[in-house]
């Protein structure tokens, strides 16, 4: 019964929804701003949504990143251009503008959905992890070594430079040390 919704104005709301998060976080954000935002009419988005939270998950749930990074089967050349496709993500994709909002909202939150948070990061952790094991299944990596805690390390100085770094993202070469330090511990070396 009654008009269908229009998806062009779902899809205006959920971009907007996005947009402001980014801006102003869980908090700052109201439906009439998504509304103003969106360019529809506030009933367009109560209709939709009984609470800004509602809105908030539909808009995380439209989220994912393309992870789309050629592997060449060169362990630190890969995990490099992995780390990068990390790095940029954080600091261009609305998904990484989300990801300082999405962490305070967890701990303040504890009914939150975290699983938002690893929306767009599992596909890359995944294929981090991939890359270890083939080094592993090479006899690069030690059979010994946590390959999550790996990808973790590596993840973790990406996303610690964005919080603490004050604007100051980490350089390829920095990255390229990073990875160097990291796999020294993980990788065979020869018996001397």
Known sequence: MGR???????????RATV?????????GLTMDQVARRAGVGRATVYRRWKSKEEMIISALDTLMADFDVAETGDLRHDL??????????????????????????????????SSHMDTWV???RDAAE?????????????????????????????????FLGQGRPLLDDQIMEMIDIVLDGALVHDQE
């Open 4 to 14: 269908p919704r229009s998806a062009k104005a779902e899809s205006a709301i959920l």
């Open 130 to 162: 991939a890359v270890l094991v083939r080094g592993r299944h090479a006899g690069e990596v030690r059979e010994d070594v946590n390959l999550t805690g790996v990808v973790d390390m590596l993840a973790g100085v990406v996303i610690l430079r964005l």
């Open 122 to 124: 599992c596909p890359w």
């Open 80 to 113: 490099l251009a992995m780390t990068r496709w990390l790095r940029d993500g954080l600091l261009n994709a609305p998904e990484g503008r989300l990801l300082p909002h999405l962490a305070v909202q967890a701990i303040r939150d504890p009914d939150f959905p």
């Open 19 to 27: 947009s402001l998060l980014g801006e102003s976080g869980f908090q």
